[in-house]
T-cell receptor
Framework: KNEVEQSPQNLTAQEGEFITINCSYS?????LHWLQQHPGGGIVSLFM???GKKKHGRLIATINIQEKHSSLHITASHPRDSAVYIC??????????FGTGTSLTVIP | EPEVTQTPSHQVTQMGQEVILRCVPI?????FYWYRQILGQKVEFLVS????????KSEIFDDQFSVERPDGSNFTLKIRSTKLEDSAMYFC????????FGSGTRLTVV
């Protein structure tokens, strides 16, 4: 049973393309996180969302609580965006459920 | 920007040995977590810790594992009698409202 489903699993894009990664979850949450995992393994938290939309540079994250769905968008993608993007659903004090990740490769 | 620090970055141990993975969470955070990621698989929750005790643990976190906060700053994960299948990347995280991960300890059991 997967509490968090991500799509696509793998994504290859040309530099400059607009990218969307989707996340659906089945658990009740107080927050949803988008994480970036670099090839070396380190994990960086990009966004924490409980409603609406957040923007940081070329990254935009949205969440629809009613539909239990979140999206991560990357505008004007760049090769340095190549990484695994992970959706994690949960809340402070509770365990988080992680998606399997979306492996993004941006080709120059 | 405050960081979660994990040491060592890489640990190689013989099967059957005990290992202690160390983490220094962000000082004003109250919730601490350990996660692991077996190579090629998704990140898995191990345990959460709040107010000096375990608040939640997964099925993976059996008697082989224990966590401690031995002083005001460190948060440790002890794995007793390591097995080959314990080889993984172990991440510590701490949170208040945000969530901050450490850079991980790669454990290799040989």
């Amino acid at each position: 049973k997967n509490e968090v489903e991500q799509s696509p699993q793998n994504l290859t894009a040309q530099e400059g393309e607009f990218i969307t990664i989707n996340c659906s979850y089945s658990v009740g949450i107080s927050a949803l996180h988008w994480l970036q995992q670099h090839p070396g393994g380190g994990i960086v938290s990009l966004f924490m969302l409980s409603s609406g939309k957040k923007k940081h540079g070329r990254l935009i994250a949205t969440i629809n609580i009613q539909e239990k769905h979140s999206s991560l968008h990357i505008t004007a993608s760049h090769p340095r965006d190549s990484a695994v993007y992970i959706c994690a659903a949960g809340g402070t004090g509770n365990q988080f459920y992680f998606g399997t990740g979306t492996s993004l490769t941006v080709i120059p | 920007e405050p960081e979660v620090t994990q040491t060592p970055s890489h640990q190689v141990t013989q099967m059957g040995q005990e290992v202690i993975l160390r983490c220094v969470p962000i000082s004003n955070h109250l919730y601490f977590y350990w996660y692991r990621q077996i190579l090629g698989q998704k990140v898995e929750f191990l345990v959460s810790f709040y107010n000096n005790e375990i608040s939640e643990k997964s099925e993976i976190f059996d008697d082989q594992f224990s966590v401690e906060r031995p002083d005001g700053s460190n948060f440790t994960l002890k794995i007793r009698s390591t097995k080959l299948e314990d080889s993984a990347m172990y991440f510590c995280a701490s949170s208040e409202w945000g969530f901050t991960f450490g850079s991980g300890t790669r454990l290799t059991v040989v």
